[in-house]
């Protein structure tokens, strides 16, 4: 099966983005916990700058990875940016020094959290910043319509939600343009449960909701359930293709749906260089469904 190379953000916008479709997610150049500075920071950087010369084209980060860690990393790796670069952040959240996650999702805290990535990434506008659905799920549409009014300020070029379920992804689409969708999902993971808003949803209706509507969905944590839960087809498939079982996770995304972006992310250039490799493997439609 062949598989579609490049993928376009908010296609009927005046400003669309055109992208690689295998990204990078930065998560994991932080310290333990997500939280701190790498242990290897030369290494961090390299793999930045070689995701660049391999072509990605896109970077998925937070101001609260770290704390500011990742978006400083970028920074200093790459700045000033490739002019395809696309640098996609997130709002919404924020860590305690305890490690925590907490909510950050008023309207002032997304404002704070918008400036401080302009002023981490050195940037004069966000091009893609999802707003992550957590705490309080009243809190939402507040949140989405302090990110849609930084979007007219200028602050912010496209508009993406996380973490959402069907509902809070249908109450977006009334709200506003919805440029991305970035969920959790993956072979081995493809429900998520949201505690604090008491849902449970099918990462597949999400799906079938942005195949519908032309959104990328672009899955989080991957890797991470796949690896973890070792489903034997992959392994099987890995062994057929001589690859690790994270290229087949991979490639399995890639040929899923042409309107996913996946964004693997590991602190190792070796994985790393890997995982790009994942874009290489052709998968079979038997293969599909098998795996299916």
Known sequence: MNIQ??????????????????????????????????????????????AVEFGVNFLDTA?????DVTNRLIAEALYPYPADLVICTKVGGARKPDKSWIPFNKPENLRTSIENNLRTLKIE?????HFRAMGDPTSFEAGLEAMF????????????????????????????????VE????????TSVNQAYGETHGGGE???????MGIPLIPFFSLVHGIAKKD????ELAQKYSVSEAQ?????????SQWILPIPGTSSLKHFEENLKAADIALSEEDMRYLE
Do not use: F
């Not at 009927?12 to 932080?30: E, I, Q, W």
């Not at 506008?125 to 910043?129: C, D, E, F, G, K």
């Not at 969920?183 to 493809?190: L, T």
């Not at 034997?232 to 392994?235: D, K, L, Q, V």
């Open 5 to 50: 190379k490049t993928i376009t953000i908010a296609s009927g916008s005046k400003s669309p983005l055109v992208v690689n479709r295998l990204g990078y997610g930065t998560m994991r150049l932080t310290g333990e916990g997500i939280y701190g500075e790498p242990p290897n920071r030369p290494e961090a950087l390299q793999i930045l700058k070689r």
């Open 183 to 190: 969920n959790m999902y993956g072979h081995a993971q493809r």
């Open 206 to 212: 999400v799906l079938e909701i942005c195949e519908r």
């Open 149 to 180: 009014k930084m979007q007219e300020e200028g602050k912010i070029l496209h508009v993406g939600v996380s973490n959402v379920s069907v509902k809070n992804l249908e109450t977006a689409l009334k709200m506003g343009s919805i440029a991305t």
């Open 248 to 256: 087949v996770n991979i490639a399995w995304l890639l040929h899923k």
């Open 125 to 129: 506008q966000v091009t893609l910043v």
């Open 232 to 235: 034997r087809r992959i392994a």
């Open 63 to 67: 101001d609260y990875y770290g704390e």
